[in-house]
């Protein structure tokens, strides 16, 4: 497949994975609804049934008999794992701060010590270029 229009192995595997759920992704639109009083495939019965549960399920999640709202932060946090789950997500939201800050600091290290590299004078460039350094052993090869 290598040979076909100029695209690599990888992009071949990821257009053959992602092709057949543009098709399926349109088929499901159209033929699928929303909510259950509108699918022709289910029966009266099983319409009401799935109706009451998705109410029931709404209605706990606000700890309310009736509610309104489409949005709960009851549908993210149950009572029974609250502290849990909050902490969960502090932890998280923690971890992706600091991976997101120390990113920046090494992009801005890497750019300083790029733009002193682009500044050299040929008597520092090659005493640069004669210094060992240990990720010198590594032959990148590139095609």
């Known amino acids: 497949m290598d040979t076909v229009t100029s695209l690599k192995n990888w992009q071949w595997l990821a257009l053959l994975n992602g092709l057949p759920i543009i ?3 349109i088929v499901n639109y159209f033929c699928f609804g929303t909510v259950p009083e509108t699918v022709q495939w289910l029966s009266n019965v099983e319409k009401d049934f799935l109706t009451e549960i998705l109410l029931t399920d709404v209605y706990m999640a606000n700890n309310e008999p009736e509610s309104n709202n489409c949005f709960s932060w009851h549908q993210f946090y149950r009572d029974a794992n609250t502290s849990i789950m909050q902490r969960g997500h502090i932890i998280s939201g923690g971890a992706v701060s600091v ?9 801005a290290c890497l750019k300083k010590e790029n733009n002193r590299r682009n500044h050299l004078s040929l008597v520092e460039h090659k ?7 240990p ?3 590594v032959i990148i090869n590139c095609l």
Do not use: H, K, M, N
């Not at 640069?128 to 350094?133: F, G, M």
């Open 135 to 137: 990720c010198d052993w």
């Open 127 to 133: 005493r640069e270029e004669s210094v060992e350094e």
């Open 23 to 25: 098709p399926f992704g």
């Open 99 to 107: 991976a997101l800050i120390v990113t920046y600091i090494q992009r």
